[in-house]
């Protein structure tokens, strides 16, 4: 039972790169989160899936897209880095709205 | 949207005091408290949580209050140990959408 993961861990980007982030849960949860962490500023919530064939934007979508590929994945595709977007990325999952959410390990992102 | 501020930013306590800290939130609608523990390095992981219809809950040295009516909410660690040493961060929601506060950073001198 892996939880969350998801790859890769580091990664360095230059302007105007694209890229797409994987997270995958083995925990049959329902719901599923990015966010992106900053210093100093706490998680912050960039889009989520309520359930399979669902998104919705969180606080801070702008320059992402998301896919719910199945009930397991959920990517996260950056079309065209900024060095705005440099932060540590978590994935996380949930069986409901109020339910423990459990995180990934993170992906550590550099654009330059 | 939700607005979480969480004081203070950091926190140095002595082994076996108590540490304590404070949240405040915008969203009268916020119904779900989840409190977050992050070691440096690692991922975020649950320690405690409460929803709007209790005011407070404990789980051993962990203990978390909920004010509805000021709208704000408190963690209060006991018999503090090295490894709760870590940053702390409260959280509200009504939704799926999870509003995080900035964080703390507490220190265990032993």
């Known amino acids: 039972n892996a939880g969350v993961t998801q790859t890769p861990k580091f990664q360095v980007l230059k302007t105007g790169q694209s890229m797409t982030l994987q997270c995958a849960q083995d925990?049959?949860?329902?719901?599923m989160y990015w966010y992106r962490q900053d210093p100093g500023m706490g998680l912050r919530l960039i889009y989520y899936s309520a359930s399979e064939g669902t998104t919705d934007k969180g606080e801070v979508p702008n320059g992402y897209n998301v896919s719910r590929l199945n009930k397991r994945e959920f990517s996260l595709r950056l079309e065209s880095a900024a060095p705005s977007q440099t932060s540590v990325y978590f994935c996380a999952s949930s069986s409901d709205r109020f339910s423990e959410q459990f995180f990934g390990p993170g992906t550590r992102l550099t654009v330059l | 949207g939700e607005n979480v501020e969480q004081h203070p930013s950091t926190l140095s306590v002595q082994e076996g005091d108590s540490a304590v800290i404070k949240c405040t939130y915008s969203?009268?609608?916020?119904?779900?408290f989840p409190w977050y523990k992050q070691e440096l390095g690692k991922r975020p992981q649950l320690i405690i949580d409460i929803r709007s219809n209790v005011g407070e809950k404990k789980d051993q040295r962990i203990a978390v209050t909920l004010n509805k009516t000021a709208k704000h909410f408190s963690l209060h660690i006991t018999e503090t140990q090295p490894e709760d040493s870590a940053v702390y961060f409260c959280?509200?929601?009504?939704?799926?959408?999870?509003?995080f506060g900035a964080g703390t950073t507490v220190t265990v001198r032993a």
């Open positions: 925990m049959n949860h329902n719901s």
């Open positions: 969203d009268s609608a916020s119904n779900y």
């Open positions: 959280a509200a929601s009504y939704d799926y959408k999870l509003s």
